[in-house]
């Protein structure tokens, strides 16, 4: 890399700033700056004998050069921060003011950023971190999508058809399970612009070469652009439907064996290092609860657990399930936020609990929200009432809560773009925690 201690000088607005070719050079070659260089990163001769006029705003730009050159934000109080976004996107400086607000996610660091007020109270279905940093919320039939200045997008309304699971595609994409309609034959999947709120295609089912109406429930999306959905028709379609997300075609259908339960899936976990799907249904969606992996290249079930037959309690049965490839694990969580797990290696075996919130027994409200389970980077999180946990290190050891009042318990919460959004029941609430950014040595 080149770069020359040439200086620069700009007139934005009719002030002048004076910086040099290094400083521009962070910007890198996708910004308005990039421009100014040649293939070497050498800047070009011109660029250094000419005074640049840019008719923009001259406050955001003095911002926006400092974070080039210290690589720390500062935003004055007397500026709006949607008129720096503007700004920075603009001079194509937009991610480098996202990656300077906050830093990489760790559960055991996050600060509660903001609090945004959903548009009717109660009843949120789902929300999912988009991977940008901006989010979308399942409210009924309605879906509000916001971006990562948390700025709201046009609405996604599927007409009185609920909506039961979402997931982002990419930035621009957004998936959205529904319930069939008795009568109407709608439900299903389909694909909207996360943007515009425009439907772009559906994802059919079909059966002995025929389109099916049917019920989509739980989403999942594997690395090679595999969508995958529990399903529920009229007639056999029952079980987990394959899609291509770019093509919207499907390529491939589990159906659900006798005596299982697929189709109603609450949760679907695409493995990438076993190749696998993890299938959990559980209580209270069904009175007993099935945990399975799948292997679509062979048509198999290649392990489950089911509580059929065994006598459950309260404190023993399982509302939520994830597996963790890198221990061969599968961990569940009961409502009292007691941690249980099943080793993957053996094809048939009991729940090994490990009660860590024994305080919450006899405290539940009135109308609790069940605990959901997350996984990031080896952190283990886990919703309760209106506190999130988080558990880390080898056994899993609760090493701190994330908690605010308002709103009420957390029904939903979803990790991605290195936020931590929390869904709450009463107000319909949501909060958005962040890790502060690194220090600047």
Not at 171 to 200: H, P, Q, W, Y
Not at 208 to 230: H, I, M, P, R, W
Request: net charge negative.
């Amino acid at each position: 890399m080149g770069i020359q201690k040439d200086r620069v000088k700009f007139n934005v607005g009719g002030r002048i700033f004076e910086t040099t070719a290094t400083t521009l050079a962070n910007a890198g070659r996708n910004s308005l700056f990039g421009a100014m260089f040649d293939d070497d990163w050498n800047l070009n001769s011109d660029a250094t004998n000419t005074e640049h006029f840019i008719d923009r705003n001259p406050d955001c730009f003095s911002v926006l050069l400092d974070l080039l050159r210290t690589g720390e934000l500062y935003i004055p109080q007397n500026l709006p921060e949607k008129l720096l976004y503007r700004e920075a996107m603009y001079y194509g400086l937009l991610d480098h003011v996202r990656s300077a607000k906050w830093g990489p996610f760790d559960g055991n660091r996050l600060g509660l950023a903001r609090s945004v007020t959903g548009q009717a109270p109660g009843d949120g279905t789902a929300i999912r971190a988009g991977p940008d940093g901006g989010c979308c919320v399942a409210h009924g039939s309605m879906v509000h999508v916001y971006d990562w200045m948390l700025e709201e997008h046009p609405a996604i309304n599927l007409d009185y058809q609920r909506v039961n699971d979402a997931g982002w595609i990419d930035s621009e994409n957004i998936v959205l399970s529904a319930c069939e309609r008795l009568g109407k034959g709608d439900g299903g999947m389909g694909l909207f612009s996360a943007s515009t709120g425009e439907l772009r295609y559906k994802f059919h089912v079909k059966h002995e070469n025929q389109v099916k109406s049917y019920t989509a429930g739980a989403l999942s999306f594997s690395s090679d652009y595999k969508l995958f959905s529990s399903c529920k028709g009229r007639s056999n379609e029952y079980g987990i439907g394959v899609w291509d997300q770019v093509t919207g075609k499907q390529i491939d259908f589990f159906y659900e064996p006798p005596g299982w339960s697929l189709g109603d899936a609450d949760k679907l976990q695409w493995l990438h290092g076993t190749n696998c799907l993890l299938v959990a249904t559980l209580f209270p969606r069904k009175d007993n609860c099935y945990i399975s992996l799948l292997d679509f290249r062979d048509k198999s079930m290649v392990w489950s657990w089911s509580d059929v037959g065994a006598p459950i309690t309260d404190e023993r049965r399982v509302r939520d399930a994830i597996a963790m490839e890198e221990t061969s694990s599968i961990c569940v969580v009961n409502e009292y936020e007691d941690l249980g797990f099943m080793d993957l290696r053996r094809s048939a075996g009991s729940v090994r609990w490990s009660s860590r919130s024994r305080l919450m027994k006899g405290k539940m409200p009135d109308e609790p929200c069940y605990p959901k389970l997350a996984l990031h980077e080896g952190q283990l999180l886990s919703s309760m009432n209106d506190c999130i946990s988080v558990f880390c290190g080898p056994d899993y050891v609760l090493t701190s809560r994330l908690r605010r009042s308002y709103g009420g318990s957390i029904c939903d919460f979803s990790i991605g773009g290195d936020r931590l959004f929390a869904l709450h029941s009463e107000e319909n609430v949501f909060d958005i925690w962040e890790t502060p950014p690194p220090p600047i040595v």
